[in-house]
């Protein structure tokens, strides 16, 4: 199992690549609990390059979800397929997480959005 992170559009994407299975979770358990905990966003995590996820891997998106809700944030899936898809669908965790086909759909969902005044839209200068 492999873990990358960044930064897009103020939301912290989490890539996860490999099974989201128990003799796997040991080697990113660590990472991830830090970078959950640690994040003052918007969570998405990208689940496109992860081929399965057993009753573990499910724990962890729990978890993950739960730690992120106690602090008012939010925790995204996105881009699950496959088995993964199926691991998830059965667990119900669209039940009480959000699920989003790719990771830009899950971005422009969980981005704060901008409130714009519609009077700072008018050009000063017209009548």
Known sequence: MRLAHSIQHEVLVIRLEGSLAAWEILEIGTQLKDLITNSNNMVVMDLTQVDQI??????????????????????????????????????????????????????????????????????????
């Not at 602090?71 to 009480?96: D, V, W």
């Not at 959000?98 to 981005?111: C, E, F, G, P, R």
């Open 54 to 127: 057993d009753a573990a891997g499910i724990g962890v998106l729990t978890e993950c979800h739960r730690r992120l809700t106690e602090r008012g944030s939010n925790l995204l899936l996105a881009g699950a397929k496959g088995p993964a898809a199926n691991a998830i669908r059965m667990a119900q965790l669209s039940e009480f997480m959000q699920l989003a086909m790719s990771v830009d759909q899950a971005i422009t969902m969980a981005a704060p959005t901008v409130e714009i005044d519609p009077d700072k839209l008018l050009d000063d200068n017209e009548p």
